[in-house]
């Protein structure tokens, strides 16, 4: 589904992504750990389409689509979800207002009807009881005055909402307490299917005991150094990156 | 050829006279006169505009209706309000400039007459002619206790429309006022308006186009615990340009005045705002508050703000501040990486930008009004309206949850 060959990304003329190369499959879970500073936000956006994040060699391929040549609302219109690391807060604009236009956009990017108020409201009452989110944040500006936690909660209500073919969450676990941290891999693992492809980018393996990955992926300084099973989580929670750093150093 | 050549001989009123030799003396604004500095009028100075002639032109039912400056009275009657021609300006103001203008060259003005409370707003009307100058001139009187709403609405495209509106409001009395620049061609337009003990005068300016647009809203303070709130929205694309230059004076204690002024200036447009507060002295215990936010969506983009203040006296409770910034990258990022077009995105935001200012308007209908002329000035307006005019409620899961709590 999501094939990274290669990937060179520089910000601002510095280089931050180094030739990572990464496969994504319909209906995997993939987890990406590593240090402070490696390059995992600038994964995601780069995913996602951001400005100034300039790419300088390789490809991104999502559904046999050139992904770096759509615009950013072309790709989550094909089905790209990013949740933000920092989830921004846009005051004057209501949650829902704002899920429901851009709930359409995509729609009507796609072809498909749009959603009218009653729909789009059933659907969020669906969707705001799996997060746990109470309708009084549903109806405040995006983000405006949220805690940590709602900010995170607020985004996996977006992603059930936008029900995207891939979902990059930039560690949706940090800034969460034990119980929300649950809800929100609950709200996750919801959305598990065999259609869908999730990339999960965290620090900790408390969230893996929750949503279980199919492969973990350490990047180190923008690349992929080593990769396995759900038990590399666990081994670097016990060693740290000390020792991985230490070996592509010896390497190289 | 100047404008000044349109000017009669003399006059056999004392305050037209006067206004004739003020200007014939001063002269009008050019670009070294300082509070014209950023707004250039050489290119309507140097035309000897003829002021437009009266046309017959039918009246409307309710809308005051000003044709090339001329005033038609509507046909019906406005409970509360009595609306008059007068030719002779005796008891106006002679002005400054544009409006000392105004003052010897109009023909017959308006004067509105409110006792009581209005029932409905009283909308007027101004339609310029495009090779003409339009000189029109409105004096709203409002009693004690009186209370109106009044909507201006400039539109067309004109050489020139010169309008001056003088406002006395008496005791306890309210206006509120609400003004929208339409007119694509020149308009200078002076407000001058005077407050009795605790009334309440409410402004609400909008300005789009302008070639240039210039408002000079003038408010004294000259009853105790009298108040006004002046808000003024730009929003000024292509190479047009809008200047608000506002002034407050306190002249009586416990005096109040809020000025905001909120600009949105795409590609090579210019937003000029100049707001000052004079707390005189004598007026104690005043709060004078300016501030000034400029959106700028162009690197051509220019904004000239000036929020200031003149004190007088010890006691007072005074802000102001001016920021000058471009949206917010975050923001716009977050919008469209869940899938709203890079256009709604910016025009989603430069509404919130604005809408405080919009939601001021105590009005709902005018509300309403204002803020569909506001979007449809904004690429992909019709988004912002299609979500506010549609409520998001969760009508019955609200009452089943309290009811399960
Ligand atoms: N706009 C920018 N300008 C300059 N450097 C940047 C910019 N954005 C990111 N960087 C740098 O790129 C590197 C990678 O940043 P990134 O945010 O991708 O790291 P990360 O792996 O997500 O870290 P963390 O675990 O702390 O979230 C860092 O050294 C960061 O300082
Ligand atoms: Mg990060």
């Known amino acids: 589904m999501l094939s990274i060959q290669n990937l060179h990304v520089e910000v601002g003329g510095k280089p931050i992504l180094k030739g990572l190369t990464l496969e994504l499959n319909a209906g995997e879970v993939h987890a990406i750990m590593g240090p402070n500073g490696a390059g995992k936000s600038t994964l995601s956006y780069v995913l996602a389409g951001r400005d100034g994040y300039e790419v300088t060699d390789g490809s991104i391929t999502f559904l046999g689509r050139d992904l770096l040549a759509m615009d950013v609302s072309e790709r989550a219109a094909a089905g790209v979800f990013l949740g933000f690391q920092y ?57 405006d005055g949220f805690s940590g936690g709602e900010k995170k909660r607020n985004e996996i209500f977006q992603m059930a909402m936008f029900e995207p073919t891939l979902a990059v969450l930039d560690e949706t676990d940090s800034g969460l307490d034990i119980d929300a941290l649950r809800v929100v891999a609950a709200g996750v693992n919801a959305l598990r299917s065999p259609e869908r492809a999730m990339l999960v ?24 150094v080593e990769s396995g099973d759900k038990s590399l989580a666990l081994r670097l929670e016990d060693e740290g990156y000390e020792k991985i750093r230490a070996n592509v150093g010896a390497a190289s | 050829m100047s404008l000044l050549d349109t000017l009669p001989e003399q006059s056999d009123d004392e305050l037209r006279a006067q206004a004739i030799a003020a200007l014939r003396e ?16 050489k290119a309507i100075v140097e035309r000897a505009l003829p002021p437009a002639p009266t046309s017959l032109t039918p009246p409307h039912a309710e809308v005051v209706r000003f044709v090339g400056g001329h005033p038609v009275l509507p046909t019906t009657a406005h409970p509360g309000l009595t609306l008059s021609r007068v030719a002779q300006p005796t008891g106006f103001e002679v002005g400054e400039a544009f409006a000392a203008l105004n003052t010897a060259l109009f023909s017959d003005a308006l004067v509105v007459q409110a006792k009581g409370v209005a029932e409905r707003p009283l909308f007027v009307d101004h339609e310029a002619g495009a090779e003409t100058a339009a000189y029109a001139r409105l004096r709203v009187v409002l009693e004690a206790n009186a209370e109106l709403v009044l909507v201006e609405r400039y539109r067309g495209r004109s050489a020139l429309s010169d309008s001056v509106v003088e406002v006395v409001l008496g005791e306890n009395a309210k206006l509120v006022h609400l003004r929208t620049h339409e007119d694509e061609g020149a308009l ?6 005077r407050q009795a003990r605790h009334s309440r005068y409410v402004s609400h300016a909008l300005s789009f186009f302008g070639a240039p647009t210039r408002l000079d809203l003038r408010v004294r303070l000259e009853g105790e615990g009298a108040e006004c709130s002046l808000d003024g929205i730009a929003l000024v694309e292509g190479q047009t340009h809008s200047d608000h230059h506002v002034r407050v004076d306190h002249v009586a204690p416990r005096t109040t005045s809020h000025m905001r002024h909120r600009a949105v200036v795409s590609d090579r447009a210019t937003s000029v705002f100049d707001g000052q507060a004079h707390v005189l002295p004598g007026a104690a215990g005043c709060e004078a508050h300016q501030h000034s936010r400029n959106l700028l969506l162009s690197e051509q983009a220019t904004v000239h703000t000036k929020p200031h203040l003149e004190i007088h006296v010890d006691e007072v409770v ?15 990022f977050y919008l469209r990486a869940r899938g709203i077009s890079k256009r709604d995105a910016q025009t989603l935001l430069t509404y919130a930008f604005l809408q405080e200012l919009v939601d001021a308007i105590a009005h709902p209908a005018l509300r309403t009004a204002m803020r569909d002329a506001l979007l449809s000035q904004l690429p992909g307006g019709e988004l912002v309206r299609s979500l506010e005019d549609e409520a998001l409620d969760f009508v019955e899961d609200h009452a089943s949850e309290e009811e399960g709590a």
């Open chain 2, 26 to 41: 001063v002269g009008l604004p050019n670009k070294k006169t300082e509070a014209w500095r950023f707004t250039s009028v």
């Open chain 2, 318 to 332: 005074a802000s102001h501040g001016a920021t000058v910034g471009a949206l917010d990258a975050d923001a716009l």
């Open chain 2, 188 to 193: 200078v337009g002076t407000v001058s308006v």
């Open chain 1, 201 to 224: 980018i965290t620090h900790y393996q408390r969230l893996l005991d929750h949503i279980v990955p199919d492969y973990v992926h350490v990047l180190v300084d923008g690349r992929i």
């Open chain 1, 87 to 143: 989830p921004v807060a846009i005051p004057g604009v209501s949650n829902l207002h704002f899920v429901r236009a851009a709930l359409n956009a995509q729609r009507k990017a796609r072809g498909e009807a749009e959603l009218s108020a009653a729909e789009l409201m059933k659907l969020a009452r669906e969707k705001g009881k799996l997060v746990e989110l109470p309708a009084d944040l549903m109806k405040r500006a995006v983000n």
